[in-house]
């Protein structure tokens, strides 16, 4: 690769990191090539973008980027692949879905949501979490809730008014 080839290699990872709130680090590299493109097929389906980088380039982006990544260059070593994707938890599912069959992906670290996960053991701890939308859908039902407790009791409470004005009403 020449260096203009890495000069454009590390601006576009730079770019896709700054433009990215959420993205994961993994070790994809004892896949065979079916597996990989099965993964590649997963992650299309769920809109995640996989990108097998050099660690060195990965840095250098990293170093170049508008945010602080520097809990993340320790895991820099082995094979590295980034996911990134706009959902924090679909990635994390993913990986749990895929290592149901195999053992890989390895996640190494995350950023979601301007916090650093780091290891593999953070893997449930990212699944649970949830997206934007589930949490406005959370809040939604939450705010609902009274209100419709509200309507119910007017309902109910008309219909028992109504019988006893009718009552009152049989009895002159």
Avoid: W
Wanted: hydrophobic residues 40%.
């Amino acid at each position: 690769m020449t260096r203009d080839e890495k000069i454009k290699v590390i601006d576009n990872l730079t770019q896709k990191i700054n433009d990215s709130k959420h993205f994961y680090l993994t070790d994809i590299s004892e896949l065979n090539a079916d597996d990989t493109n099965m993964l590649r097929r997963k992650c299309y389906e769920k809109d995640i973008q996989l990108i097998v980088v050099k660690n060195t380039l990965l840095k250098k982006a990293l170093e170049k980027s508008e945010k602080e990544y520097n809990e993340l260059f320790d895991v820099l070593k082995n094979s590295t692949s980034v996911m990134f994707s706009e959902t924090g938890n679909s990635p994390a599912k993913l990986i749990k879905e895929f290592r149901k069959v195999l053992d890989r992906p390895v996640l190494k670290a995350a950023f979601v949501e301007e916090s650093f996960y780091i290891g593999d053991d953070q893997l449930d701890v990212l699944s649970k979490l949830k997206s934007k939308d589930e949490l406005l859908g959370d809040l939604i039902v939450l705010l609902q809730s009274p209100a419709k407790n509200v309507i119910s009791a007017l309902q109910s409470g008309g219909v028992t008014l109504a019988g006893i004005i009718k009552t009152f009403s049989e009895k002159e």
